[in-house]
């Protein structure tokens, strides 16, 4: 009997400790009732933005200041809400999270990444101001990313439309790499959007990834 006391407690230890190992940092934020953690979770179960590759996306920073106030990003509402195609978003701003327990989310969510996404593939030098000029014809006229998109005007006022989510502060928010992959190949990051697939050359994809890249707002204005 107490040989077999010695292997029920191994074994219970062994699974607190398997358990531990499996637990998240976030476990019991709430972040898995709308957003998706893992490539694995029901697509059900998606009513905000995957967050499996937010390592990828999100800059930390950005992320923590965000949580701690949160402010509206898709006007219209994410594209699973019943309301979408109405205009009404369904939800208000994200939950907002002390100090600590942003700073927690935040590092957790950046260990979240797609394996064998490629990085290093656009440095973050800015455009020249000619080249800025070239690629905001881009963004706005050619492939007419500020139709569903805010952008920034001369004035520094956001404008755009407002069924995507806004790229007022991109620069702040979002990975160079990231873009890249994301004009290349949004399927990789979601099964189904209303992201159009272009088939862009090197040089105009590189543009338009620092010309969003360039539309940044002051920290205190992070979130919005």
Same mark, same amino acid.
């Given at each position: ?13 062994? &699974?607190?400790? &398997? &358990?531990?190992?499996? &637990?998240?940092? /976030?476990?019991? $934020?709430?972040?898995?009732a ?7 979770? =029901?697509?059900?179960n ?42 009404? =978003?369904? *939800? ?12 927690? *989310? ?10 064998g ?8 030098? =800015? ?7 070239? *690629? ?9 990313? /500020? ?7 001369? *004035? ?12 007022a ?9 990231? /873009? ?9 990051? /979601?099964?189904?959007?209303? $992201? ?29």
């Open positions: 009997m107490k040989g077999l006391g010695y292997v029920w407690l191994t074994a219970f230890l062994i &699974a607190r400790l &398997a &358990a531990a190992a499996q &637990a998240s940092p /976030i476990d019991g $934020m709430g972040c898995e709308c957003h998706r953690l893992s490539v694995d979770a =029901p697509l059900e998606r009513k905000a933005p995957d967050l499996f590759y937010a390592g990828d996306k999100l800059r930390k920073e950005w992320v923590e200041r965000f949580l701690q106030r949160p402010v509206v990003l898709r006007k219209a509402g994410f594209f699973t809400a019943p309301g979408f195609l109405s205009g009404d =978003p369904g *939800a208000g701003p994200h939950l907002a999270l002390g100090e600590a327990d942003a700073k927690k *989310a935040a590092g957790h969510l950046a260990t979240l990444k797609l394996p996404l490629e990085t290093g593939l656009v440095d973050e030098e =800015p455009l020249s101001k000619v080249g800025r000029v070239k *690629a905001k014809i881009l963004f706005e006229r050619d492939y007419g990313c /500020i139709a569903c998109h805010e952008g920034i005007n001369l *004035a520094g006022q956001a404008r755009g439309g407002v069924s995507g989510p806004s790229l502060g991109a620069g702040n928010r979002l990975k160079g790499d990231w /873009i890249v992959h994301w004009l290349k190949t949004p399927e990789r990051f /979601i099964d189904k959007s209303r $992201m159009p697939v272009y088939r862009l050359d090197a040089e105009t994809l590189t543009r338009l990834t620092k010309y969003i890249l360039s539309l940044k707002k002051e920290p205190d204005e992070w979130a919005h």
